[in-house]
């Protein structure tokens, strides 16, 4: 299970115009395709952000790890390390995840490469990844529905026909109602920090009136003040599941947890194992969204849930726009973690287009059932990878700009960060 070969290939591909704090999807997400071929033929396949900083260290990574044993992931995390030397930054320039640093862009490298070993490896032994994590627990994992405020079409591109506009309430609840009936989805998550605050509580007061039994969640990717947020927390009390990330940094959180009755959660302000000790010192969050891509790949991330079951931190899952690879891998990750135990984020309802062959992944029951074949169960399709390449080359986009995507439309947007 020599790597004979690395391929990393970048694609784009369509991406409904979805809002949030930093501004609005552009009509094309970037992602980055990792394929390790071995010499016997067997290919490894992981998935990660498409932006130009992470894809150039992705390729600098890749004709080193040539030679080495996809068993041998210490290794390739030790190349990883050599290439990466100081260059924080890269995926996410609106910092919807929180702020890079140089122990994270290693991590956020190491983790395709470490899902393809472990893609690779199931396959040579005939196993699905879930058995190489320890085994399943459960056979199908559970998703929210990720609802965002919509506009109907982007402007220049046909509109969407499914899901159409949701600006306010009734369309955030139409939306709902659409994922729900579609998918069977159990738990709702609703993408705040778009609108003033008490448009978005009135949203996830329509939403607990549409269904009475679904478990709700409000993240509004830190857009609110500390009073604001303990306003908002207040106001919600017995409705919210969990709020996510109502205001920055592990002391502003702290501040809002104090006088919260709901858990707070998040993929913002503790998104580094450098940033556990303040967060549980400070008793700043009740529950940790853990994403491989950006924890160091799913070994790591099962051993953040260890760590956080140690404290008494709920673990749950994020997500940003993905595709099928990093879905397969969530699905893998979440079903051999038996601590993970709230639904899952994904993006996945959202993606147009796939770069794996369809069959493998379906949501049903507002879960997806665990893919039995060996490695990630899924497959690649060349032609799919070769057309959403070209969409790449010809799109022009190289990097996830929200903000300036929607200031081409409305030229004095800012993030209303510190505002509300
Ligand atoms: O895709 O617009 C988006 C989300 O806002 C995403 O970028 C966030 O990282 O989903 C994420 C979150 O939970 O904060
Ligand atoms: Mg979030």
């Not at 079409?153 to 026909?161: A, I, L, Q, S």
């Not at 891509?293 to 799913?298: C, I, K, Q, T, V």
Request: net charge negative; charged share 20%; aromatic share 8%.
């Amino acid at each position: 299970m020599i790597i004979r070969d690395v391929l990393v290939t970048p694609v784009a591909f369509r991406d409904p115009p979805l809002l949030n704090v930093a501004g609005v999807h552009q009509p094309y997400a970037l992602r980055t395709i990792v394929q390790l071929v071995c010499a016997d033929g067997v290919v490894g396949l992981g998935e990660t952000y498409g932006d130009d900083t992470l894809l150039a260290r992705l390729e600098r990574i890749a004709p080193t790890l040539v030679g080495l044993s996809v068993f041998d992931v210490n290794a390739i995390r030790g190349k990883v390390e050599t290439v990466v030397t100081g260059a924080p930054g890269g995926q996410d320039p609106d910092r919807l995840t929180g702020a890079p640093s140089t122990a994270r862009a290693v991590l956020q490298a190491y983790s395709p490469f470490e899902v393809a070993c472990l893609d690779a490896q199931g396959k040579a032994l005939g196993v699905p990844v879930s058995d190489l994590l320890g085994g399943a627990v459960r056979e199908s994992v559970p998703f929210a529905a990720y609802l965002f405020y919509k506009w109907a079409g982007h402007p220049d591109f046909e509109p969407d026909e499914t899901y159409g506009e949701a600006l306010d309430p009734a369309g955030v609840v139409a939306q709902a109602r659409t994922m729900v009936d579609t998918y069977g989805f159990a738990s709702l998550k609703l993408k705040g920090g778009v609108f003033p605050p008490e448009q978005e509580i009135a949203a996830i007061r329509a939403l607990r009136e549409a269904f009475p039994d679904l478990p709700l969640r409000l993240d509004p990717n830190a857009a609110w003040t500390v009073a604001t947020s303990v306003k908002v927390a207040e106001e919600l009390d017995g409705v919210l599941e969990y709020l996510e990330d109502p205001t920055p940094t592990i002391p502003g959180m702290a501040e809002v947890a104090r006088e919260a009755t709901m858990p707070l959660a998040t993929n913002m302000c503790v998104v580094a194992f450098d940033h556990l000790p303040e967060g549980v010192a400070r008793k700043a969050i009740g529950v940790l969204l853990c994403d491989h891509h950006y924890w160091g790949g799913l070994r790591m991330c099962q051993t953040l849930a260890t760590i956080c079951q140690t404290f008494g931190i709920g673990l749950s899952m994020h997500s940003n726009t993905h595709l099928g690879i990093s879905l397969a891998a969530m699905v893998h990750l979440a079903a051999a973690t038996p601590y993970l135990s709230y639904a899952c984020d994904t993006h996945y309802p959202w993606t147009l287009d796939d770069v794996v062959r369809p069959g493998a992944l379906r949501i049903v029951d507002g879960g997806v059932p665990v893919p039995a074949g060996p490695g990630l169960g899924v497959e690649l399709d060349p032609d799919a990878l070769a057309r959403l390449h070209e969409q790449y080359l010809r799109c022009g986009i190289r990097r996830r700009d929200d903000g300036g995507y929607l200031r081409t439309f409305r030229p004095e947007f800012q993030p209303p960060r510190g505002t509300w």
